[in-house]
């Protein structure tokens, strides 16, 4: 993607949408600051692909829908029916569940992520998350069970059915959202691990987009030296939350959040997930690793700074660690 004049205003612009989402005190400001975001993230879906028109077009649709419900129920806040109280965040959650991506409102993302590039692909799976993770936060919604059981199974299940390496971590994601909505009562350990997946995809997307992947069968290649390979094998098996990587540390957060809770069957319905998520990438680090040693005579000499990016899952384990214990 061409950084231009234009795209960083645009980005400076939707990031202070998102700040103003979380520093806001009124209803009103946090809908402008999603309306803010929502424009100025638009034109970052433009490409020379010649679906991305079409992307735009839905990505502005459904936003626009989930921005209208939240701006009705916003707007009948102060009626004092309690029965219209209860109706009213049902409406709320539902436009933030759109907002988010989140199952049972999750085919949008699956219709626009496959025309997108890496970068535009990778803010709208991690920063685009934050501002509706925060009104829910505020919400405060005991309508979540279902949601979260949805999005643990079908980003799972779904997962299996996959070649595109983009649909992929579009269902990834979903399945990350659910774990994250589990963590909400607690806005400190869920931007914590919004923060250290966006860590963690936005290396695995940095490797994707050096080795020009689309689709699985591509990952058989021997046209890299083996640090990318090491690399694109490491970050699969931290987001697959593999131990004793950075992965499974906040996986282990959410767990610990729902025994806390004596929640037994969304702990079961966890583990029984997290095994399926980890065969599918624990599948592709073996296609990955295929050819590790073999690779043509041009790569040996090839330098690489990918070291930094291959540990860091390893060294961010303490640092997560201590965080968690410390909430």
């Not at 989930?66 to 209860?86: I, Q, R």
């Not at 914590?192 to 290649?221: A, P």
Request: overall charge positive; hydrophobic content about 55%.
């Amino acid at each position: 993607m061409n950084f231009n004049s234009t795209k960083i205003l645009l980005g400076n612009t939707m990031m202070i949408g998102v700040i103003m989402v979380n520093c806001s005190n009124s209803w009103i400001s946090m809908w402008m600051g999603l309306e803010l975001m929502l424009m100025s993230f638009i034109p970052f879906l433009q490409n020379e692909n010649p679906l991305s028109s079409e992307s735009m077009i839905k990505y502005f649709i459904v936003q626009s829908i989930a921005s209208t419900l939240f701006l009705f129920s916003v707007s009948v806040m102060l009626v004092g029916d309690s029965m219209m109280k209860t109706s009213n965040e049902m409406i709320l959650t539902a436009a933030m569940l759109i907002k988010l991506g989140s199952a049972p409102f999750h085919n949008w993302v699956l219709m626009i992520v496959e025309p997108m590039e890496i970068f535009p692909m990778t803010c709208m799976l991690t920063i685009m998350k934050i501002p509706p993770l925060v009104v829910m936060h505020q919400i405060n919604s005991k309508l979540l069970t279902i949601p979260i059981l949805l999005g643990m199974i079908i980003g799972s299940v779904a997962c299996l059915n996959q070649t595109s390496i983009r649909k992929t971590l579009a269902y990834s994601s979903i399945y990350s959202i659910s774990l994250m909505m589990i963590l909400l009562t607690n806005i400190n350990e869920t931007l914590l691990f919004l923060m250290t997946y966006t860590l963690m995809l936005t290396f695995l997307t940095k490797v994707v987009k050096t080795m020009k992947i689309s689709f699985i069968n591509q990952m058989i290649t021997n046209n890299f030296n083996s640090w990318l390979k090491m690399m694109l094998w490491i970050n699969m098996l931290s987001l697959a939350g593999f131990p004793p990587l950075i992965g499974f540390l906040i996986k282990i957060m959410v767990m610990q959040k729902m025994i806390n809770e004596n929640q037994t069957i969304m702990i079961f319905v966890l583990v029984m997930t997290s095994i399926l998520v980890l065969m599918f990438y624990t599948r592709l680090t073996f296609t990955s690793i295929i050819t590790f040693n073999s690779s043509k005579k041009w790569t040996i000499s090839m330098k690489t700074n990918n070291l930094f990016m291959l540990t860091i899952n390893i060294l961010m384990t303490p640092i997560v660690m201590c965080s968690s214990m410390i909430n």
